[in-house]
C-alpha cells in the first residue's frame, strides 16, 4: 500500500511564477490536509479537504494560495505569483477519516529565487 | 485557542539510556494528542496517539508516551535509546470537532554513541 506521495519533491520557481504542488493521498483516504513547514519550525495547518470539497481553508494565506482536490486525480495546491517568503517545504497528509492519524508525504521543498 | 509546547529544543542522550521528550499542552475540551518523528527531508511518521483511556499509550519502535491531565502533559519515553532515534519530533494536538493537528516547535533529539 504506497503512502502518500508528493510530487515534485524539488521546485525551484522564480518571483512571480506560479507553483504547483500535488498529492496523492494513500489508498482508501479521502480527507487531505495541506500544512507548511519553515526551517526549523513546526507544521502550520494550510488547508483541510474532501473529494472536491474544501472543508476548513482557515490556514491559506488569503491571496495567491488556492487548493483542489477533484473527483479525480490528485489534490493540488497553487501558489500564484510567487514571493522569496513562499519559500518552505509543503507537506500533504491523509486520513481514512477524521479521526485517524494523518499519514504524510515527504513533502516539496520549494526554493523562490 | 489551542498551542502545543515542546520546552527543549535539543535533546541529548547516550546510546542505551533512558529518554524523554516533553510536550504539555492547552486545548478546550477533551484533547486528542500525537507524537510525530521526522528524519532529514522526510515527511512526519506518526508513532503514537492519545484519544480516550489508559493514560499510558505504547506506540512504534518501542516509543511510549504518559497522558497527564493534571499537569496537561503527554511527555514521550523510550527505556532504551538508540543512535537510530536521533530525529526531530513533534508533538501535536487536536480539540474535539476541529480539523486540523496544531503541531509544537520540535525537540531534535541525539543519541551519542
Known amino acids: 500500500n504506497a503512502g502518500v506521495m508528493q510530487n515534485p519533491r524539488h521546485l525551484v520557481r522564480r518571483r512571480g511564477q506560479e507553483a504547483r504542488l500535488r498529492c496523492s493521498p494513500m489508498?482508501?483516504?479521502?480527507?487531505v490536509y495541506w500544512y507548511r513547514q519553515l526551517p526549523e519550525e513546526g507544521l502550520k495547518f494550510m488547508v483541510y479537504l474532501q473529494k472536491e470539497n474544501i472543508i476548513d481553508e482557515s490556514g491559506m494565506p488569503k491571496e495567491r494560495f488556492s487548493a483542489e482536490f477533484p473527483k479525480e486525480g490528485p489534490s493540488i495546491l497553487r501558489i500564484q505569483q510567487v514571493v522569496r517568503g513562499d519559500s518552505a517545504a509543503y507537506f500533504c497528509a491523509s486520513s481514512p477519516s477524521q479521526d485517524q492519524p494523518q499519514h504524510f508525504g515527504d513533502g516539496t521543498r520549494l526554493s523562490i529565487l | 485557542a489551542q498551542s502545543v509546547a515542546q520546552p527543549e529544543d535539543q535533546v541529548n542522550v547516550a546510546e542505551g539510556n533512558p529518554l524523554t521528550v516533553k510536550c504539555t499542552y492547552s486545548?478546550?475540551?477533551?484533547?486528542?494528542l500525537f507524537w510525530y518523528v521526522q528524519y532529514p527531508n522526510r515527511g512526519l511518521q506518526f508513532l503514537l496517539k492519545?484519544?480516550?483511556?489508559?493514560?499510558l499509550v505504547k506506540g512504534s519502535y518501542g516509543f511510549e508516551a504518559e497522558f497527564n491531565k493534571s499537569q496537561t502533559s503527554f511527555h514521550l519515553k523510550k527505556p532504551s535509546a538508540l543512535v537510530s532515534d536521533s530525529a526531530l519530533y513533534f508533538c501535536a494536538v487536536r480539540r474535539t470537532g476541529a480539523n486540523n493537528l496544531f503541531f509544537g516547535t520540535g525537540t531534535r533529539l541525539t543519541v551519542i554513541p
Open positions: 486545548v478546550s475540551g477533551n484533547p486528542y
Open positions: 489508498k482508501g483516504h479521502s480527507h
Open positions: 492519545y484519544i480516550t483511556g489508559d493514560n
